[in-house]
Each structure stands twice: as C-alpha cells, then as structure tokens.
C-alpha cells in the first residue's frame, strides 16, 4: 500500500522560505512520476510542481523561478523548496504519485495522479 505523509509547512512572513518534504512508502515502481498540488479555501486543487522519473520538472506559472521540486530516492523523499513567498501562496499542500507512466504535459494534473497524502498547512502572512 502506497503512502505518502508531508511535512515542513507553517506561518512564515512574505518574503520567506519553507522546505516541505513528502515520505513516501510503499511506492515500489521503478518509474516514478510525482507531484505537488495545493488547494487555497474555495479554491480547486492545483498543480504547483511536478517531476518525472528521469528527473524533468515541470512548474506553474505562479511558482516558476521561487519554488524547486527534487527527489531524493534513497530516503524515499519528495521535496518541496519555496523561497520568495507570497500571501496567495497560503494553501494546504500535498504530495501525489502516479501509478502509471505519466506524459510531461500532465504532471500538473491532479486527475492523473492516484495516491495523495494528508497535506500540510502553509500560511504567508504579515
């Protein structure tokens, strides 16, 4: 059974940074293909960043140039690095994995993906 449980989020000031990372077990396939969403009150869940087994990634255009997506595969962890934080960057974010190959364009697209963890709060406030 796949599972993914994410950490690291928290308040933090505009302008700051957080490193959320996503554990995951269970994920046997030597193909990995994962992502991070979020989801803002009364918003739908988005796509944030995302990336393949070969190591491409792939980002929104909100985050491009202030968050990175990276893999570390012998600790079985998804990391998620925002710097340059903004208020409309506030959302519960989660981790996802795919249980099939994923082409690059969908990445970002959260019907594509088949485990999620619980999320992790973020909040960027003055």
């Known amino acids: 059974q796949v599972q993914l449980v994410e950490s690291g989020g928290g308040s933090v000031l505009p302008g700051g940074s957080l490193r959320l990372s996503c554990v995951v077990s269970g994920y046997t396939t030597s193909s990995r293909y994962m992502g991070w969403f979020r989801q803002a009150p009364g918003k739908e869940r988005e796509g944030v960043a995302g990336?393949?087994?070969?190591?491409?990634?792939i980002y929104a255009d909100s985050v491009k140039g202030r968050f990175t997506i990276s893999q570390d595969n012998a600790k079985n962890t998804l990391y998620l690095q925002m710097n340059a934080l903004k208020p409309d960057d506030t959302a519960m974010y989660y981790c996802?994995?795919?249980?099939?190959?994923?082409?690059?364009?969908?990445?970002?697209?959260?019907?594509?993906?088949?485990?999620w963890g619980q999320g992790t709060q973020v909040t960027v406030s003055s």
């Open positions: 990336i393949d087994s070969d190591g491409n990634t």
């Open positions: 996802a994995a795919a249980r099939t190959r994923l082409l690059f364009g969908n990445l970002l697209s959260r019907r594509r993906y088949d485990y």
